[in-house]
């Protein structure tokens, strides 16, 4: 008879429910925005982007009698020029036209409901319309305060930094500023996104613990999280920028310059639309792998206590 015992099981020994980093979910997240409500998801990203930009093209055309896309893209514009715009050219009254409005809400919509729907067959869930409102409520009573704070704290410490008067400080400050309030939108988003996801889980352990589960699942990787959201805005809005200074600097003084820069935006817009789908699908996995370790936690805690 063997008198050594077998070491007992824990989460920790199961390689399923080790814990994991969320960096360890971007690999196999990478299909990104393709698929059937990805590729919903990139046309979403192209309205909101080309849609109220081209709209208000034709809108400043017609308001001011030319329209500075197709003629003087890449040149400057002087201070009287905007006065006439703005005072003779009627923009005064009606700065963007009804397409403008409606193209980007609507852009927006398809955004917000094509991914719902990405994430949540990522994330082996039904997309229903009550947890993707019900999320973000959630995310308002435990996301908006600490996330926003944090915000608030980065975006006026850069502010201080701008302010001493030295050039390189300056110019983080002048970067900087835009890219925390990107990352600050970015973090609430990515809470939105675990509390819809428990949402559509359902609350098998409660309403409390289900915001704790997911107030924890952010503020647990904080680092980690923090430069995916910073990383991702500064990549988002690099690939529009880029495009905006080889416009400045070529101007559009012929139409297949202004063609060239509208099918180079396009591709920048497709690209956020596809890293858009890539931070959804691995968020939905690291939400099924923590999911799963906090369920085997509660069920050991349960299973104590009974004991």
Known sequence: ?????????????????????????????????????????????VLVLLGPSLGWAGHLRRAAGWSALP?????GISARD??????????????????????????????????????AEAGGQKARLGPWLLGALDTLLIGLLPVGLVGWAAYSALAWAGSLGIDGLGWMAFFGRPLVVMATVAALNLQWWFCRLGRAAGLSRGYW?????????????PIQWGL????????????????????????????????LFLLLQLAATL??????????????????????????????KEDAREA
Do not use: K
């Open 1 to 45: 008879m063997s008198f050594e015992e077998e070491r007992p099981t824990t989460i920790h020994t199961e390689e399923t429910l080790s814990p994991r980093a969320p960096w360890s979910f971007f690999a196999p997240a990478l299909p990104g925005g393709f698929g059937r409500w990805g590729w919903g998801l990139m046309a979403g990203w």
């Open 71 to 75: 003629s003087h893209w890449g040149e």
């Open 228 to 259: 995916v959201n910073l990383g991702g805005a500064a990549l988002r809005a690099l690939l529009p920028f880029l495009v905006l200074l080889l416009a400045w600097r070529l101007g559009g003084g012929t139409t297949f310059r202004v063609w």
């Open 82 to 119: 905007i006065w006439e715009l703005w005072v003779n050219g009627g923009l005064q009254h009606r700065l963007a036209n009804s397409p403008t409005v409606h193209l980007l809400g609507l852009g927006l919509v398809i955004v917000l409901w094509y991914g719902w729907r990405l994430q």
């Open 271 to 300: 690209i956020n639309g596809w890293l858009m789908g890539w931070f959804l699908r691995a968020a939905a996995r690291f939400w099924i792998h923590d999911a799963a370790v906090r369920d085997a936690l509660a069920a050991l």
């Open 209 to 221: 613990a289900h915001l704790a589960d997911c107030f924890l699942r952010l503020w647990m990787h």
